[in-house]
């Protein structure tokens, strides 16, 4: 969550900090299963609050944190 609060205070929308954070490296690493939200993907989640801090963590689809 820290890295995500750094981008944005750098002036990235949060959409874009994200696919920084998720959807990039996991494309580079060739990790075809994850990096976004879609049907065949893994389910693993971090839920923010609106400060941009972790409120829950999901693996699997399971809660594992909160």
Known sequence: DQA???LVAFGLSLEEAARRLS???ARYLG???R?????G???DLLVLG???RVEA???GG???AR
């Open 23 to 25: 959807t990039y490296p």
């Open 35 to 39: 990096g976004e939200i879609a049907p």
């Open 57 to 59: 963590v999901y693996l």
């Open 50 to 52: 609106e400060d941009l």
């Open 41 to 43: 993907k893994r389910a």
């Open 62 to 64: 399971r809660r594992v």
């Open 4 to 6: 995500l609060r750094k």
């Open 31 to 33: 990790l075809k299963d």
